[in-house]
């Protein structure tokens, strides 16, 4: 008896859909924890795979994709916390399925940049790849995963792709809405600390204060005005910069949370109270924003959100168009904003 079960073949993906009335896609749906599919039709097929023992074969259906069940993500960005969201995103889109996430950092300024990426995708075979800002934001990069047959999603602040190749978020309108709210809060002269030259999120974010600035006409000159490169450091010198401008802003909008927190430092350094004195509004909601005294108000950047709709993109291409490509930051008011005392 035990010999003629060894014998015995295996069941097939095309048993369970033969039997669960279903296609081939479906099934391979059910075994994908795909989102996209009815309770109805994935307890059905989960019955069937149950009842007829069926295994599938990781290495085989590799084999047959001509691709390994990996998600790539290809990422040059200073910030951690960013990258460390995006990865928990990641994980989170592709837990309880045969993808696995492997990490490529890049530099963007060199010179063997595609190379580099070339190299990866041919050696490790992503089944997708999922870029972040500045990278994203590279057309040619975009153009090399078309020309190697490989799926991609590109994560930014701007409409970079077609939607299936794209999620994206409006830093521009968060943006103009937080400097209305500090508006509304009687600020009239308002600083602006830009993120780093190259980043499409800088310029977004830039614009957005920008159209608001115009808007309502508020008081922002170049005096202050500065720039940073998204950390705390480059947030400490712009700020000080803006709080010895006379007259000084009565408040501050910084592009992230990082370097928010430097303007923060440089507030008490001088004195100057938050929110009494001045208020300051960042970009993120990175965990720095809640943990700092007093607890900054901030623009909350979706990104682990926007990296779990990037991985189910790629997991179902077939069905790429049904995810969201455009994910909404809100404003998250805490205690670094108040009354301006004029």
Known sequence: MNDRKKWEPKPTINDVARL????????????????????????????????????PNPQARALALRRNFLIGLIFDNPNAQTVLNVQLGVLDAIR?????????????????LLDGIRAFIEMQRPYGVIMLPPVSENDAVAALCRELDCNYVRMGSAALDAAPHLVQSNDRQAVDHAIGHLAAMGHRRIGFIAGPEGFRSALEREAGFNDAVARLGLD????????????????????SRLLDAAPRPTAIFSS??????????????????????????????????????????????????????????????????????????????????????G
């Open 256 to 341: 992230n949370d990082e370097m928010a927190a430097g303007v923060l430092h440089a507030a008490r350094e001088r004195g100057i109270a938050v929110p009494d004195d001045l208020s300051i509004i960042g970009f993120d909601d990175a965990p720095i924003a809640a943990h700092i005294w007093p607890p900054l108000s901030t623009v909350r950047w979706p990104i682990a959100a926007m990296a779990r709709a990037a991985a189910l993109k790629l997991v179902d291409p077939a069905d790429a168009q049904a995810g969201p490509s455009l994910f909404m930051s809100d404003l998250i008011e805490r205690a670094s904003v108040g009354t301006t005392r």
């Open 96 to 112: 309880d399925t045969e993808f696995e996430l492997v990490i490529r950092p890049v530099d963007r300024h060199s010179p063997d």
């Open 20 to 55: 669960a009335g279903v296609s081939k896609k479906t099934v391979s749906r059910v075994i994908n924890r795909s989102p996209l599919l009815n309770e109805g039709t994935r307890e059905k097929v989960t019955g069937v795979i149950a009842a007829l023992g069926y295994v």
């Open 220 to 239: 922002s000159g170049p005096d202050i005005r500065a720039r940073g490169n998204y950390t705390f450091e480059t947030g400490h010198v712009a700020g």
